[in-house]
């Protein structure tokens, strides 16, 4: 398993910016696809966007198409997810996950059960 370190996130308005990152403290996340997740309350965990290991392979939810951006920085061990326009229903916590491309990123991204290692969550409200 992967230690995952995240940061980011915080109370924004409707409408705002927030960026996340995920790192990894030990390891190379370089041949790894990386997701990043997130939970409402009385939700199920869902997929918001994935990327595969070159960075070169992405997916995003619909939900989130158009306003929310995933990149990584594997010199730095290191995955963002740019959201903008946020919406009130964007407000969950937001978990980045790790593993070895077992898929395709889309498959992956689908399947939560799919990833094996995980960060420590990250509330992100949007709210005026």
């Known amino acids: 398993q992967v230690q995952l370190v995240q940061s980011g996130g915080g109370l924004v308005q409707p409408g705002g910016s927030l960026r996340l990152s995920c790192a990894a403290s030990?390891?190379?996340?370089?041949?790894?696809?990386i997701g990043w997740f997130r939970q409402a309350p009385g939700k199920e965990r869902e997929g918001v966007s994935c990327?595969?290991?070159?960075?070169?392979?992405?997916y995003y939810a619909d939900s989130v198409k158009g306003r929310f951006t995933i990149s990584r920085d594997n010199a730095k061990s290191t995955v963002y997810l740019q959201m903008n326009s946020l919406k009130p229903e964007d407000t969950a916590v937001y978990y980045c996950?790790?593993?070895?491309?077992?898929?395709?990123?889309?498959?992956?991204?689908?399947?939560?059960?799919?990833?094996?290692?995980w960060g420590q969550g990250t509330q992100v409200a949007v709210s005026s």
């Open positions: 996950a790790a593993e070895p491309p077992i898929s395709t990123v889309s498959t992956m991204c689908v399947m939560r059960a799919a990833f094996g290692s």
């Open positions: 030990e390891v190379s996340l370089d041949y790894y696809t």
């Open positions: 990327i595969g290991s070159s960075g070169t392979s992405t």
